[in-house]
């Protein structure tokens, strides 16, 4: 059974940061690229980071210099650092896995986002 659990959201001020963290069970993830994509309120989904399986990284230009994607295969999780919060970064933020082995990509409904995690609510509010 693959599992993806999602962990680190919470209630932060402007300018603070976070580090989310993305465990997964099920399958050896040296063969996927990771996604961490998120959904405020009222909105579509949308990408915010990926990680190629050779630690390629991807980010949306909205969070660009801001929030760092990277990977630990040994301990089968992928971390999203998120600094200099804004208001505009409050979402659910969701994982995802995607089996390819050159590249990665942030559109959430690509069809190799087969496995998805439960999500954590990030909150930036004074």
């Known amino acids: 059974q693959v599992q993806l659990v999602e962990s680190g959201g919470g209630l932060v001020q402007p300018g603070g940061s976070l580090r989310l963290s993305c465990q997964v069970s099920g399958l050896i993830l040296d063969y996927y690229a990771i996604g961490w994509f998120r959904q405020a309120a009222g909105k579509e989904r949308e990408g915010v980071s990926c990680?190629?399986?050779?630690?390629?990284?991807d980010y949306a230009d909205s969070v660009k210099g801001r929030f760092t994607i990277f990977r630990d295969n040994a301990k089968s999780t992928v971390y999203l650092q998120m600094n200099n919060l804004k208001a505009e970064d409050t979402a659910v933020y969701y994982c995802?896995?995607?089996?390819?082995?050159?590249?990665?990509?942030?559109?959430?409904?690509?069809?190799?986002?087969?496995?998805w995690g439960q999500g954590t609510q990030v909150t930036v509010s004074s």
């Open positions: 990680v190629t399986s050779t630690d390629g990284v």
């Open positions: 995802a896995t995607e089996r390819r082995y050159v590249g990665c990509t942030l559109r959430p409904h690509a069809a190799g986002y087969q496995h």
